[in-house]
């Protein structure tokens, strides 16, 4: 077996470790010469190299690791580039979501003007990764799951068509976990998904077993009651309590169309009103990860690297992340498997916009992904679809033109967001935040 460079774009992120442990779990299925970090900010990055030099000489000491933030170092000579960054880092993500919150508006991540936020951000930070690996690895392959996926994927597809770049979302490998769990099946990958929409932004249409059994009645019957919560009492103690409310909000976004199964970051565009009244104007998701997940996996990666052994530390495989490993695998084996991706509609969602980027199976091999015909989807959601793709684009053009009239409009267009009055007060707030990250816009 052909042994793959690999490059994590993004080294310094809290998903690192995990994903190094699950990297080096599948080497039989994925065998890796050489590991590589990058990340533009060096001691952020260092303090997750340092142990995973650790964890990599005790697991796989055969494996060539280093971590650098001099781009011709990183890019050269890799098959693979795993992307996961995030621009701004989490002091951004927390005015992303807290500028909104003040004006009555969702606070979120990849959603409403945070998400919007975010991408203005995103968008020259990926195009920056693309232009590196294209220019010292021109044969490479970029999985991107940096957010805002949908903006990053719309940006790519308009200014750099010809990339060999692969955006992926774990939102729906998480569901379906949890719907596997809900039919008592070993492994989601005894479903057969039929699924569409935009990043962030999906329905499941169709889901069967390996036999052709038709899931939806037994899954529909649970999320009616449970929404996406699987075990009432081990959810609520073993899950963050804001996650464990996605999941069971999925019951309300259920009820609106109980033909199809939700993604459950609709409840941000469907019901803002609730999340808003759920929301700490004064301690977000941001806070809660940085307090959380951030000060775990760095205080635990500061000890591994002190002992020079990661013997007692709580770092885990991230298990979830195994699609990752999938896709890398799809590429380099041809193996045909059946995958979510975020890909040019180009005619798969009959009724729908062929340029815009849509999240939806495809069978990926050594030539990329091939999408699948979805046909013609419904009223209700090409109509949402059709707004929230609209707001994408004009993100995308906003910074491409450098124009605020562009981006004021995306934010007026999102379902989140009532009026082109609140829409400019967050914009004007938001452009004071991001001025060292955003271009300038006329
Ligand atoms: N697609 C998905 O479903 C999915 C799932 C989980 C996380 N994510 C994304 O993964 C990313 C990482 O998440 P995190 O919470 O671990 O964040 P994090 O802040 O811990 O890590 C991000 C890293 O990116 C680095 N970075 C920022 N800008 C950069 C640039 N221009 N060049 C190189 N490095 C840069 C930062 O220094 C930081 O070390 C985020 O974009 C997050 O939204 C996506
Ligand atoms: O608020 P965060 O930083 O914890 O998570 C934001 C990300 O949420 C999704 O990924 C989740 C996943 O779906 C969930 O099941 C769990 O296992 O954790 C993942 C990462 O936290 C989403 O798909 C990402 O795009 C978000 O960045
Ligand atoms: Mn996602």
């Known amino acids: 077996m052909k042994k793959y460079s690999v490059l994590v774009a993004g080294g310094g992120s809290t998903f690192t470790p995990g994903i190094v442990l699950m990297l080096l779990d599948n080497l039989d299925k994925f065998p890796i010469k050489e590991l590589k970090f990058y990340d533009n900010d060096a001691a952020r990055q260092e303090t997750i190299g340092k142990a995973c030099a650790v964890l990599i000489k005790e697991r796989a000491p055969e494996v060539v690791f280093s971590y650098t933030t001099d781009p011709r170092e990183a890019f050269s000579g890799v098959d693979f580039v795993m992307a996961h960054i995030r621009v701004g880092k989490y002091p951004m993500r927390e005015l992303d979501e807290k500028i909104p919150l003040k004006y009555g508006v969702v606070g979120q991540e990849t959603c409403g003007p945070g998400g919007i936020a975010y991408g203005m951000r995103s968008i020259g930070g990926v195009l920056e990764l693309v232009d590196y690996m294209e220019k010292y690895s021109p044969n490479a392959w970029m999985l991107n799951y940096s957010n805002p996926a949908a903006i990053v994927a719309e940006a790519t597809r308009s200014m750099r068509p010809n990339s060999k770049i692969l955006n992926i979302c774990d939102m729906p490998v998480g569901i379906e976990v949890r719907m596997a769990e809900i039919l008592g099946l070993e492994s989601r990958k ?52 804001s996650w464990n409310d996605t999941f069971a909000k999925a019951k309300d976004v259920f009820a609106l169309d109980t033909n199809t199964l939700p993604n459950t ?72 498997e059946r995958m979510l991706l975020i890909v040019p509609n180009q005619g798969s969602v009959s009724n729908f916009d062929p340029t815009a980027m849509v999240e939806i199976p495809c069978l990926v091999g050594n030539t990329g992904p091939e999408p699948m015909q979805i046909g013609k989807i419904p009223q209700f959601q090409l109509g949402l679809m059709n707004q929230q793709v609209a707001v994408e684009k004009l993100v995308v ?22 009026s082109a009055s609140v829409a400019k007060a967050i914009l004007d707030d938001l452009i004071a935040a991001n001025k060292d990250y955003w271009p300038e816009l006329n």
Request: glycine letters at 6%.
């Open 265 to 336: 970051y609709l409840k941000y565009y469907l019901f803002p009103d609730y999340v808003v009244e759920h929301s700490d104007k004064e301690y977000t998701r941001a806070n809660e990860v940085m307090d959380g997940r951030e000060k775990h996996v760095f205080g635990e990666c500061r000890k591994i690297a002190e002992k020079g052994s990661s013997a007692g530390a709580s770092l885990h495989i991230d298990e979830h992340a195994s699609y990752i490993v999938d896709l890398a695998r799809a590429i380099a084996y041809n193996t045909k």
């Open 190 to 241: 005894e479903m057969t998904v039929k699924y569409y929409g935009l990043n962030h932004f999906g329905w499941y249409s169709d889901i069967r077993d390996q036999a052709g059994n038709d899931l939806m009645p037994k899954l529909k019957e649970h999320v009616a009651k449970y929404g996406y919560v699987v075990h009432k009492d081990i959810d609520s103690q073993h899950v963050e309590p």
């Open 397 to 418: 053009e906003a910074w491409m033109e450098k124009s605020y009239t562009k981006l004021w409009q995306a934010i007026t267009l999102s379902k989140t967001v009532p």
